[in-house]
């Protein structure tokens, strides 16, 4: 075996042990309002109303295996975006409830503006 195909195939393995670490990864999104985001929000999550989700998550993660946890004030719109989400086929979709619960749940702290 030669070094480049050595170096070919070390790099196609990586490739895909990052690839599948990180598909395994859950995408926290918080579907609240912009204003209320503004206000308070997890640092590193996503924003996406709950109104624009389908559109926002299919263009974003095509694989209807992406684990998806939502959030938002009480629950509600979390549970909206989140029965959408499944009717368009995606598998791995949970409400975290509030942005307290989620806070709560992954020990973060939240930044305020």
């Known amino acids: 075996m030669n070094v480049r195909h050595l170096v070919k195939t070390l790099l196609i393995g990586t ?58 004030r009480s629950g509600n719109r979390a549970g909206i975006a989140q029965n959408a989400l499944v009717e368009s086929g995606y598998l791995q979709v949970t409400n975290a409830g509030s942005i307290e619960n989620a806070l709560e749940e992954r020990g973060a702290e939240s930044s305020k503006n």
């Open 15 to 72: 490739t895909v042990l990052f690839s599948a670490f990180m598909q395994a990864e859950t995408i926290w999104i918080d579907v609240r309002s912009e204003a209320e985001y503004q206000v308070k929000h997890i640092e590193g999550d996503l924003r996406i109303s709950h109104t624009e989700i389908i559109k926002e998550i299919s263009q974003r993660f095509p694989d209807n295996n992406t684990k998806i946890r939502l959030y938002c």
